[in-house]
């Protein structure tokens, strides 16, 4: 069974930083295209950032590039999202989510997510 | 491509067939997806390539479009349907719909 657990989120200053993490199981997690995916408070969806398999590769929404950066470790299967300079306007909840093939970009599976909370 | 879904609120009843729709900006080639969202839930994939259902998910689900304008339709809404429902498009650049929230009278 395919499960992705993230962790890291909570309460944090504007200004300051964060790294969430995203533990993957019950597939082959070095074959995949990973993403996170983030919910402001009763707003929509809305793609953040995407890493290739290997880890070669990522992509950004504009309104995240130089701030945040995607990572991710394949002997622990795990991905992972640090977030810098963080603003209110990133609070959100966070969905680590699986591409469901190289070619075909959609979100397979996802996690539960992880509340990220920015405020002074 | 910016995805317009209508309506944004949705009132039905069990039993109702019910329709919804997603617009995009450009050609979006099928390159769409549905997810539903249950309150204080992960989204869920319904659909992708615009009509071919996800493993698990009742035949009541369909979707159906070309170009851009694509339908996502329950044939016999159920109670526990009651969900927010997005479609999502990656043919160019990766973007969701705003959601057409649908809730049962």
């Known amino acids: 069974e395919v499960q992705l657990v993230e962790s890291g989120g909570g309460l944090v200053q504007p200004g300051r930083s964060m790294k969430l993490s995203c533990a993957a199981s019950?597939?082959?997690?070095?074959?995949?295209?990973m993403a996170w995916v983030c919910q402001a408070p009763k707003k929509g969806l809305e793609w953040v950032a995407t890493?290739?398999?290997?880890?070669?590769?990522?992509y950004y929404r504009d309104s995240v590039k130089g701030r945040f950066t995607i990572s991710r470790d394949n002997a622990k299967s795990t991905l992972y999202l640090q977030m810098d300079s963080l603003r209110s306007e990133d609070t959100a909840t966070y969905y680590c989510?699986?591409?469901?093939?190289?070619?075909?970009?959609?979100?397979?599976?996802w996690g539960p997510g992880t509340m990220v909370t920015v405020s002074s | 491509i910016q995805l317009t879904q209508s309506p944004s609120l949705l009132s039905a009843s069990v039993g109702d067939r019910v329709t919804l729709s997603c617009k995009g900006s450009?050609?979006?080639?099928?390159?769409l997806a549905w997810y539903q969202q249950k309150l204080g839930e992960a989204p869920k994939l319904l659909i992708y390539?615009?009509?071919s259902l996800q493993t698990g998910i009742p035949s009541r689900f369909s979707g159906s479009g070309s170009g851009t304008d694509y339908t996502l339709t329950i044939s016999s809404l159920h109670s526990e349907d009651l969900a927010t429902y997005y479609c999502?498009?990656?043919?160019?650049?990766?973007?969701f719909g705003s959601g057409t929230k649908l809730e049962i009278k």
């Open positions: 989510a699986r591409h469901a093939s190289p070619l075909y970009w959609y979100f397979d599976f």
């Open positions: 019950g597939f082959t997690f070095n074959n995949y295209d």
């Open positions: 890493i290739s398999y290997d880890g070669s590769s990522t």
């Open positions: 450009q050609n979006i080639n099928n390159y």
């Open positions: 390539k615009t009509n």
């Open positions: 999502y498009q990656y043919n160019n650049g990766l973007t």
